[in-house]
């Protein structure tokens, strides 16, 4: 029996899979390989959690879902195909017990299949591309797991407004390649866009690696159509970029993990593709000098700027450590340097670009801030110099257990953070390592301590201490991952009582009987 | 007795005021004239509409809201002081009947004076700036008017990650001051700068100048402190640029014209101050090459481009004829030409950005898609080539009565509702003219035609058939004013009855007993 919102153990089997921070690349690929011995336990037996009192699925239902949807492999079951895959989360750490899944093909049949399910009180787990952090996308008991993938259709694309109207099933890294051959780039990129869908992107209000250029997908999106539990489509699936003709409806919608609708189509506003990019890492003597880097990166590199991301010298000594990457601007003496910055830049005209990164630079090495600096503009290179950033994750696995963290913080207490967490561990003979690294220009630290095994003992000294040090520097306990299954009961250390209560009140307005995603988000 | 949701007439009074688009510079000067006999007809007269089942406001009321708020000129009733100002709109077109102004200096004067309203069953107009043009900020009948313009402090700004935290009643105009000291720009920019409050911006989901670059508010808040009917203070006013804690409530907020709850405190991301910016005034042949043009600058000047702005002949011609503004474009033959388009830029390197208008300017030449152009990079030069547009609505009133109209359309369709709309007049002895003008950056037209006074069989030609058009295009019938009071009953022609009908479930949630600003944007 473990704790819920216990930090997430990532298995050894899954490291190789690791792409770009802590997301995969595929999906299919972790289950194709069919080693159900490597399946986590069953979340309902783990967990001391009830089962709602909704119907348990019978013939009569499953029959009456192959009348909802004829076409083949619409209505999978556990007799038939094997389910782990939509039981089981992409970071092998919980397991649902779902007896079918439904594949819909149109938004009629997500309408037919939840007015049905709305009648009959049976519970549903809408499912995108499976790729979520925090067990949102996966069944805890028996739900009915709805999957999106064959709602992929591309609706229309505008190339003069450079507005995308989709199915909500649409794989985010196709998505990108079309609206790239377009001149367009979608807002949104993530390491696990080769298999997560854009539905399941606004339903976990995705973050990624282009928020500080691009901002928040409730900024982006224009308008979606979504499925209530009771089958009632609500239709706001505005292309306009203004539209102020009452409540904006989508926006309830994104970043409520399928708890009180099913989205079925998306439209986003997407921006015009960088003609030239431009990527430099910097080596800083100190966290502040870090953060006067940004600063003047938002003055100097400004419009351009892409992307400021950080790792300090210990996540650059994992990486050394077990994936044989070494910096490219370690000292003299061979010591990595406290910290690391890496800087992308993207615009339209890459003279103009190379002058203001080269202007930074020369200010920032002259004003001392920088130690040490290299820059490049190949694509071969820069995927060079995002290596290490991009590997932390993955390097660290090799240490055998991972207590991982995902927060936002005020900029002044970003690292802060770390030092803290390294001062409380400090002596306990279990820790092998406390790394930082994360998005300085959006405030969302990762936060990684290893040892060798699971140790009860440093669980009980990062939880909930550490989320309390978050919840007064009135920062989030859940920057980009979102609360799922695993963080729901730790959501009052960012929401005041008034606000959890609010959120209930909505759930039960839009779903009174509660079948979409439950035991999810909502406490 | 006239329809609801008739075109707005505009009282040539208010001429003199109108600084940009059709916003006010600055509320007090209107009232501060005192010409009584220059108010419009009460709202409760002219409009067949019921009162709610309110309480009516006694002496006993009045007492406990002075206990509330002790200090002086907090309560201010129609027998000591004139209420013109806060029961009539800015455009002179409606008018309600308050007989008290409550101006609360703290979040729990609020909600103490919210938590005795709704046991009390009195209604509330909560109100800003006063500057909204649908209605949405005066009484319809005789609510009490919650004004915030007391809750005016800057709480924070944060010059390294550019996030401004601030009480609702600032004024835009001194909270963008303020940032650009800092090196800061407020995301929003409306010509109400002046007497505009963020609360009541955020209410109305403000659009302006500057959405096409930094999108819309949905993006840029980052949190919010609001107050429910009942008293209850929901606290988000997160500074985090990444929360995924649950519902997004703040969300609700926006756009939702104070029925929902009072803002009290917000929290912005706030992008870098330009350091350099540049106007180009075109002149083009037809509204496709508009169209090229746009796509082009989306393109070349991409990162750079922070406004494109249309107007039409007729509109350069009513600026020419009432205000004596002739273009700097006119052809040869002293004609003007049939578009003129507006592109404004703001980068952080004066020299860039100037080659870069320069070589669209040079590309769009060369391909015959422009006629003729000009350019500025000094303030002064700016301001004159944005005189013209910014005056259109100005000069319009110079005819005497404007139909106006607000809407969003697909970019295709944008300039045929101009030409639809004259044909539809065409032959119609009353009509003056018929202008079309607007953001196309974000397909936004401002459709107007004038007559010299009134004619209710222009108004059927228009209503419903330009709505009907509206639909049919799956645009928007206000794209940037919002519904307030004035557009309530057409609501449908842009939202499905499911949708409405979720918007009122969410009205009912929180505030069952339907006090914030009754009779507004919920049919």
């Known amino acids: 029996m473990r704790r819920l919102s216990r930090a997430i153990h990532l298995p050894a089997a899954s490291a190789k899979l690791l792409a770009r921070g802590t997301t995969p690349t595929t999906t299919t690929t972790l289950f194709a390989r069919g080693n159900s011995s490597g399946l986590p336990p069953q979340t309902a ?33 556990a007799e038939e195909d094997g389910l782990d895959g939509y039981n089981v989360d992409w970071l092998k750490t919980v397991r649902g017990q779902s007896r079918v899944v439904l594949k819909p093909s149109t938004t009629e049949e997500v309408s037919a299949i939840l007015r049905y399910c709305s009648e009959h009180s049976l519970a549903v787990c809408p499912q995108g591309g499976n790729t979520g952090l925090v067990g949102g996308s996966v069944p805890v008991f028996d739900e009915i797991v709805l999957s999106m993938s064959r709602m992929d259709k591309i609706i229309s694309v505008d190339e003069i407004s450079g507005t995308l109207v989709c199915e909500a099933g649409c794989i985010l890294e196709r998505i990108s390649d079309h609206l790239a051959e377009k001149g367009l780039r979608m807002p949104l990129d993530l390491g696990a866009k080769g298999s997560c869908q854009l539905g399941g992107n606004i339903s976990t209000n995705a973050g990624g690696l282009r928020l500080l250029r691009y901002g928040s997908l409730h900024g982006s999106i224009l308008g979606a159509e979504f499925v209530m539990a009771d089958g009632t489509v609500i239709d706001v699936l505005s292309e306009m970029r203004k539209d102020n003709t009452g409540y904006d409806l989508k926006q309830l919608i994104v970043g409520s993990e ?75 003496d061979g010591t990595e340097s406290p910290f690391y910055v890496l800087v992308e830049t993207g615009g339209s005209n890459a003279r103009h670009d190379e002058e203001k990164v080269h202007a930074f ?135 005041s009582p008034e606000a959890l209560s609010l959120m209930r009140q909505l759930k039960d307005t839009m779903d009174p009987k509660g079948i979409l995603n439950p035991y999810k988000t909502v406490p």
């Not at 399928?258 to 430099?280: M, R």
């Not at 910097?282 to 790792?311: H, M, N, P, W």
């Not at 030092?419 to 003979?429: F, I, S």
């Not at 920062?475 to 799922?484: M, P």
Request: one cysteine or more; aromatic letters at 8%; proline letters at 4%.
């Open 361 to 495: 630079l020369e200010r920032m090495l002259s004003t001392g801030r920088v130690q040490n600096g290299t820059m490049a503009t190949e694509p071969s290179k820069i995927k060079a110099l995002w290596a290490t950033r991009e590997r932390i994750t993955e390097a660290l696995l090799h240490d055998g257990y991972v207590y991982k963290y995902d927060v936002s913080l005020p900029l002044r207490d970003l690292y802060g953070a770390v030092e803290a967490t390294r001062e409380r561990l400090a002596g306990h003979p279990g820790v092998t390592r406390v790394v930082g690294f994360g998005h300085v220009g959006d405030g969302n630290l990762h936060l990684n301590i290893t040892s060798p095994q699971y140790e009860e003992a440093i669980a009980d000294l990062l939880e909930p201490w550490l989320w309390e040090q978050v919840a007064a520097a009135r920062g989030s306990i859940s920057a980009e991952h979102g609360v799922g299954f695993k963080k729901r009961d730790v959501l009052g250390y960012s929401k």
């Open 45 to 77: 037996e783990r967990y001391a959690i009830a089962r709602g009192k909704f119907q348990v699925l019978s013939q009569q239902h499953l029959d009456h879902f192959r009348r909802l949807l004829p076409s083949s492999g619409s209505v999978l079951t």
């Open 258 to 332: 399928g708890t009180l609708g099913v989205v079925t189509k998306l439209s986003f506003a997407c921006p015009p593709k960088p003609a030239s990019e431009a990527v430099a890492l910097l080596a800083c003597d100190s966290f502040e000098d870090v953060l006067c880097l940004f600063r003047e990166a938002r003055q100097g590199l400004a419009e351009i700027l892409s992307a400021f991301e950080f790792y300090d010298a210990a996540s650059a000594g994992v990486a050394r450590e077990h994936l044989g990457l070494s910096s490219p601007l370690l000292r003299d």
